[in-house]
């Protein structure tokens, strides 16, 4: 599985926005970049996804780079309920079945 | 609709004995997968499992582990004789078709399991 950084932690404020980058300058062509989120004491849970456009959903943005090496969930007004763990995953179409996660952004949101 | 169910929430269990964790996956979801989460490390694939087969089970121990997924009834994750390094966070995790078809994973709240 192609592999992702992400910063270890951020920090931010309520109401304000959010972006948490990921870097995967190893992308392949049919890697769909996944986004999961695990708050304190739950399990993960879904955020988003994305191949090649940008794509919006009631949770969150996603912006994906020109060349695909790069991309940046956005959260467009953090609130406390979003501190958690984001994890940034690379996924290939046709390869393994599994997630892989990575150890992810510790994200803090200050009140 | 009710979520990924997973049971117990705690378990408690000396070194020697048996561990069974059990999931019940989203009505519809005949995928499962389970992941284990050591204390402050990220979650680790272990098994994934369609009905009555297992299909990749690459993330789990060579011994001691064993997982399940009959036609009717939960998935079990057993571990059997535990040691005080099994004591994690069991998460399971459902989907509809499969991941080649993009269906987001659904997980549970997990199943904290203690080794005394």
């Known amino acids: 599985d192609a592999k992702t950084t992400q910063p270890n932690s951020m920090e931010s404020n309520e109401e304000e926005p959010v972006h948490l980058p990921c870097n995967h300058s190893?992308?392949?062509?049919?890697?769909?970049i996944h986004w999961y989120r695990q708050l304190p004491s739950q399990g993960p849970e879904y955020v988003i996804h994305?191949?090649?456009s940008n794509v919006n959903n009631r949770m969150a943005s996603l912006a994906i780079a020109e060349d695909r090496k790069s991309s940046t969930l956005i959260l467009h007004r953090a609130t406390l309920r979003d501190a958690a763990v984001y994890y940034c995953?690379?996924?290939?179409?046709?390869?393994?079945?599994?997630?892989?996660f990575g150890k992810g952004t510790k994200l803090t949101v200050n009140p | 609709n009710a979520g990924v169910m997973q049971n117990p929430r705690h378990l408690v269990r000396r070194r020697g004995q048996e561990a069974r964790l059990r999931c019940s996956p989203m009505?519809?979801?005949?995928?499962v997968y389970w992941y284990r989460q050591l204390p402050e490390e990220g979650l680790k694939f272990m098994v994934y499992?369609?009905?009555?087969?297992?299909?990749?089970e690459s993330g789990m121990p060579k011994e001691r582990f064993s997982a399940e997924f009959p036609k009717e009834g939960p998935s079990i994750l057993r571990i059997q004789q535990v040691v005080r390094g099994d004591s994690a966070a069991y998460f399971c995790?459902?989907?509809?078709?499969?991941?080649?078809?993009?269906?987001?994973?659904?997980f549970g709240n997990g199943t904290r399991l203690t080794v005394t």
């Open positions: 995790a459902s989907s509809r078709q499969g991941q080649a078809l993009l269906s987001p994973l659904h």
């Open positions: 190893t992308i392949s062509g049919t890697d769909y």
């Open positions: 994305g191949l090649t």
């Open positions: 995953i690379l996924w290939a179409q046709g390869g393994s079945e599994k997630l892989v």
């Open positions: 009505k519809g979801h005949s995928h």
């Open positions: 499992l369609q009905k009555e087969n297992i299909i990749d």
